[in-house]
């Protein structure tokens, strides 16, 4: 076994031999210079550009990177949590698991990034001092010196742009390894939740979309964290050397702001959670609009939908322009702090009487701009941070939610292949906590530091604490089942009973019928023996693999063999006989390429009852010991049905123990046992002749039952001149050749190919694009109105400079006297003391206001530019929303999966990213700051 960080240590080498597998990812055998650089990746970057690329094109994944890989290190590091938590009776906390995953990599990423912020502190500070000092020292210039100095400064650049970008790499890499194992770990836990429903789903969406996104960018920025501490101590303790305590005026206006930023991270914070709410209000609603898109068509609903989904998107715009308000403030106001400290800072020296030189102002100024680098990343990380958290603590309430019943035991020796004995069950409905929960949570860590106080806050009182013991005490004393039932018991809220003092023994290869009316609880009894319900008191018992046949059939998107098989090896002479027995031969000759054609989501191009015979069928194949039929027969007519539980149930399946759910009387009497269900109770158990001897339920059901079919049989008679019945299977051809013209105008080019592939575009995008996008950002008037802020702010900041090079070369005023009376003095002695003279004040009055031309332009801009796009983000949608909603609903048919991700992510990126980079480049005003130079 090697060294645990072997491989990762390897990078350290500036270059390593050609890699042995050519299909495995170039970075995992990457040196120094090519894996910090990247050059490993210019290959296929070339390929891109040149040809473009193919999914062949692509490496495989090296296997510390791969999902699976750090889903199991993640989910062991969850129950080591678990398991640390439950003693101490506190609640285990998934951001320390998620910080324990990538500490180290994240450690590395601050290490490097400290080493890029002493490089980027040393340039404009200490060299800058240097080069200053001695252009005014009275010796002549050495330009071999300058020559060495510019060089310094270059090597300095260079190896601080190495570290900036090194860490990236890594932090990024840390991202996507953390990212992965988190969805992971959540589709697992969607695997063996007992509960769920449209709101989880939704909220499962926002989960692997916008919150996967906000992990992301935690990950990244953790790594910036260090230059804010480090920065400020080094500026702290450069300026105390320069100027002396009269620096920490400037120290003490950085640390003023800091709770200033602190409220605004409070305010984003409880932004972002309602946000979030209303998202998942959003998703669900588009999820319900896109899955029964068909009915809403059919009843002319859209404008209906539409309008519900517009006041939805109107609330979550709403909260948006406060978001970015409060965004806009707080990356507007830190760049103008370093404006404020210089002015306050060098008004200060100079009130004291002191002699600033030009050599001290301009370190000072070039310390104090160096520190608005961290002053912008700190509203950032701090953000992107806490949203994470706010993220982490929304997946740990699903993480938290119960799982199916780990109580049954499997003993395939035994005759008895199910039992319950005084079983109760009941619904347990989702406990994921509110958003206004979340809210408060969240605010009690940000205000308390005492670790122990939040902790109880989360896990209750005293009382719960000494009932929690008492159940600790009890569950010595009871055996291995009843603890886990003791251990589901504790939360008792949100329950639904459903079935009640169930006594029930199931011998090994019978065929048992239940039968009740509507809501009596026949489908419940089946989602108890799966798991899905919560066993109250009592015990149950089974013996065997379980398959199931839901009332819904299932069929997602794949071919017809697959949706049968399910990932099993075909075994040709079973599948064969499962197809007979279910009767699906003859509609493999309907489909363009048989049991090769693809199925649409949710079968969308089956009928329903070929849907319910390929459910049928999936379970049948399966070969399991107990089969769990709900209502399997009622989606098929009639003579298909008899044909299907004779062939199917009775013969196929005459050795596997059926529990067999159905209201029709002529299967049921043929059943080696009948239950029936009235209001979750068992009120009769017995066989056909038995139960009708009671006259009780089942005799009442059978005497209308018998009068029914007498209704139908006389109907079929007069229509069967008109029916085209296939005798041999029972199928009928007319209802299947209907369903035959609606999948031919469904199939594509390629022959058995429903879902269309998304197809990728090449080349450059078209200049009317951007044109577009120009416009969704608010068009001319918005462009003119940056435009006029951005010459605002450099002049005033260009003035800023100017006037401080002006008032240090004027000194204080009387240098042509000087020059007149004495000659042999220095250039600082001709200047005079710039801190005095009969112009002072008139410099403190022109020098003082000119933050607020500064200031003004630089928070007003970014809140109308954001509240603008964001108003143009909503209207983008809507049109795009009215686009979709009249087209044909083959496009849902054939490219279900993009329509969910472009409504949920699509039409969101570009233009929250469109709003973030237009406020990066209103922030920086790179160009026109190196215009004004």
Known sequence: MGFKYGAALKHLLPWRCRRKDDSSMPSNDAGLFSFFSIN?????????????????????????????????????????????????????????VVWHFM??????????????????????????????????????????????????????????????????????????????????????????????????????????????????????AAAMFPAIPLTFIMSLVYCLRIIGPLSLLGQAVFLLFYPVLFCILKAQVKIRISTIKITDQRVTLMKELLNNIRFIKMYSWEEAFNKKVSEVRNQEVKKHKIAAFLQAISSTVTPSISILATIVTILGYTLFGNNLKPSEAFTIFSVFNAMQYVFLILPYTIRTIAEAKVSLMRI???????EHSKICIDKRDSIVALEMINASFAWETPNIESDEKL?????????????????????????????????????????????????????????IVMLKNFNVKIERGKLIGICGSIGSGKSSLVSAICGDMKLQHGSMQINGSLALVTQQAWIYNSTLRDNIIVGKEIDHARYQQVLNVCALESDLKLLLCGDMTEMGDHGSNLSGGQKQRVNLAR???????????????????????????????????????????????NFLEKCDEIIVLNDGTLVEHGTHGELLMKKGNYFTMASFDSTRDCQAQAETEN??????????????????????????????????????????????????????????????????????????????KLFNVIWLRKWLDDGDGNMAARLNNITNLSSDELKGNSSSGQHVSGRFRNYGPSLTQVFVPDITLPIGVSSRILER?????????????????????????????????????????????????????????????
């Open 619 to 665: 379970a049948v194949y399966s070969d399991r010991d107990i089969y769990l039929l709900d209502d399997p027969l009622s989606a098929v007519d009639t003579k298909v049905a008899q044909y299907i539980f004779t062939n199917c149930i009775q013969k196929m399946l005459k050795d596997k123990t059926i529990i067999f759910i159905s209201n029709f009387i």
């Open 40 to 96: 490993w990746l210019s290959g296929l970057m070339w390929k891109a550009y040149k040809t473009g690329l193919q999914q062949e094109d692509l490496w495989n994944l090296h296997r510390d990177d791969c999902a699976e890989v750090n889903c199991s290190r993640l989910e062991r590091l969850w129950e080591k949590e678990q398991n640390l938590c439950k003693p101490r009776n506190i609640k285990p906390q998934l951001s320390h």
């Open 439 to 495: 809210a408060g949570n969240f605010d009690q860590k940000l205000t308390k530091t005492n670790e122990p106080s939040i902790k109880n806050s989360i896990h209750g009182d005293k009382t719960e604490d000494m009932i929690l013991s008492e159940k600790e005490k009890k569950e010595e004393k009871l055996s291995e089942n009843e603890k886990l039932l003791e251990e589901e018991n504790r939360n008792e809220n949100n329950l």
């Open 719 to 796: 229509a069967k001149s008109t029916e085209d019945i296939d005798l041999t299977t029972g199928i009928d051809n007319s209802e299947d050749k209907i369903n035959d013209k609606i999948i031919n105008k469904k199939k594509q080019a390629s022959k058995g190919k429903l879902i269309k592939e998304e197809k990728k575009s090449q080349g450059k995008l078209d200049n009317k694009i951007y044109t577009k996008l120009f416009q969704a950002s608010g068009g001319c008037c918005v462009g003119i109105l940056i435009l006029i802020a951005l010459v605002i702010f450099t002049l005033a």
């Open 873 to 933: 983000s909503r209207t983008f949608r809507k049109s795009l929303l009215l686009s979709f909603l009249p087209v044909c609903c083959q496009f849902e048919v054939t490219k279900p999966r993009c329509i969910m991700e472009f409504f949920n992510k699509y039409t969101y990126l570009p233009v929250s990213r469109m709003a973030i980079f237009l406020h990066l480049f209103i922030i920086h005003k790179t160009f026109f700051l190196v215009l004004s130079q």
């Open 396 to 402: 740990q309430e699903l993480l938290d939610l119960p």
């Open 103 to 220: 500490k180290t990599r994240v450690i590395i990423t601050m290490l490097i990034s400290s080493v890029q912020n002493v490089l980027q502190f040393l340039a404009p500070s200490l060299i800058l001092k240097i080069i200053l000092d001695y252009i005014e020292s009275p010796e002549p210039l050495d330009y071999n010196i300058l020559g060495w100095i510019a060089g310094g400064i270059s090597l300095l650049y260079l190896i601080r742009g190495a570290c900036t970008h090194a860490m990236y790499v890594v932090a990024v890499h840390t991202a996507v390894r953390t990212t992965g194992a988190i969805q992971g770990v959540i589709y697992k836990k969607l695997l063996k939740l007992r509960t769920g429903g449209d709101k989880l789903s939704a909220k499962v969406l926002n989960f692997c979309n916008n919150d996967m996104e906000r992990i992301f960018e935690a990950a990244i």
